[in-house]
């Protein structure tokens, strides 16, 4: 299971890496922007996708809506970990195809529980 | 402009006339000459001088009328200052949740440290045989209860440095919000400069530029008693809106 984390704020990324790695999911690598990011998910076979949305060079929603786009990646799981909590962008967010959105400041347990209910939807579908 | 071509012509006329009557010695008739061509220059100066305080008003009330402005000095630093407050409340928590888990880790290790170092001593006597059977069962007994508890203070070790690991997230939101700040802060910069720019120049300029309103949308961390605009209330209020959208 290789994991991709993108986040502007470094601190945050260590955050969700120790996390993961308590979850037990030690194969991850980080990117600060939508625009170091994707060609590191062009060329880098990862298996799940979690993003931040406010970035300066390209932003989350936007780096989804190019994931859903590409023939390649468009299937990847998503999860958007964001300071973002307005309705409109959470619908945004969801119709743009997210599969999970969580709202910082947030807990372990949340994140746990985010990726667990992921990974049974796309293990069932 | 016509006005002031027929001033103009009203003064070469009336400096002919001057020259004139100084010529011919007539020096009353010179006087009121010389007393018209003065009003004539104050009539001009007077001119000039509603013109420009005309420009100014004109310039002036642009610039207010520029909805940005009111809405900087009403709203947007209110704001500011209610998130640089915000900011200092997260550090303020993050720092102590932080303080709190090393308090209560240190006395823990200590534990561990000080039983070790007597089991230690114990062992030790034991090894060069110099303990009793009766004794060694005790002790025994003793590194058992202290297996079971490393155990025990390991976990809870563990979980007080989640709660660290957990309490740095305050740098990316604090972050995020002093950015906005800073760059609300360069916008207020920008209108003091063209203020007095406006009420030092003497021509007309242009009122301060419209700012290209670059459309936002991302909104950074919602902070409580600023404009927030139609934010949720936590993850499960994400949730419910979600599942209410049959996600």
């Known amino acids: 299971m290789k994991i991709l ?12 890496k120790n996390l993961l790695r308590d979850l037990g999911y030690t194969n991850t690598q980080e990117a600060d922007d939508g625009t170091t990011a994707w060609p590191m998910l062009q060329n880098g076979d990862f298996d799940f996708l979690i993003t931040d949305w406010n970035m300066p060079g390209m932003q989350g929603i936007d780096l989804l809506r190019s994931v859903r786009a590409d023939a390649r990646l468009k299937d990847l799981p998503v999860l958007m970990v964001t300071a973002e909590q307005k309705r409109d962008q ?36 | 402009m016509a006005e002031q071509n027929i001033i103009n012509e009203e003064m070469v006329a009336r400096t002919r006339a001057l ?77 102590n949740t932080t303080l709190t888990a090393v308090e209560e880790s240190i006395p823990v290790c200590d534990a561990i440290l000080d039983e070790a170092a007597r089991l230690r001593e114990d062992w030790g006597r034991f090894t060069r045989r110099e303990m009793e059977a009766a004794e060694f069962r005790k002790l025994v007994k003793r590194v058992d209860e202290f297996l079971r508890q490393c155990g025990e203070r390991a976990e809870g070790l ?87 959208l049959g996600f």
């Open chain 2, 19 to 95: 020259l004139e009557q100084l010529e011919a010695g007539d020096e009353d008739a010179a006087q009121e000459s010389l007393d018209t061509l003065v009003r004539l220059r104050e009539t001009t100066l007077y001119q000039e001088l509603g013109r420009l305080t005309r420009e100014l008003h004109d310039a002036l009330k642009s610039f207010h009328l520029d909805a940005r402005i009111a809405d900087i000095a009403k709203e947007e630093i209110p704001d500011a200052r209610e998130r640089l407050r915000h900011v200092i409340d997260m550090t303020d928590k993050a720092a």
């Open chain 2, 158 to 244: 563990r979980s007080r440095l989640n709660e660290v690991l957990m309490a740095q997230d305050f740098q990316d939101l604090t972050g995020q919000i002093i950015k906005r700040v800073i760059t609300l802060v360069a916008e207020v910069e920008d209108n003091l400069v063209n203020l007095i720019r406006i009420s030092g120049a003497r021509e007309e300029e242009s009122p301060a530029a419209d700012k290209e309103k670059r459309d936002i949308k991302a909104e950074g961390p919602s902070v409580p008693g600023t404009r927030q605009g139609d934010v949720v209330g936590g993850q499960d209020e994400v949730d419910e809106l979600l599942s209410s």
């Open chain 1, 90 to 125: 959470i619908v945004e967010a969801a119709q743009a195809g997210v599969n999970g959105y969580i709202v910082k400041p947030f807990t372990a347990q949340t994140l746990k529980e985010k990726i667990d209910r992921i990974f049974e939807r796309v293990a069932a579908s």
């Open chain 1, 5 to 16: 984390i993108v986040d502007d704020f470094s601190t945050m990324r260590r955050i969700i």
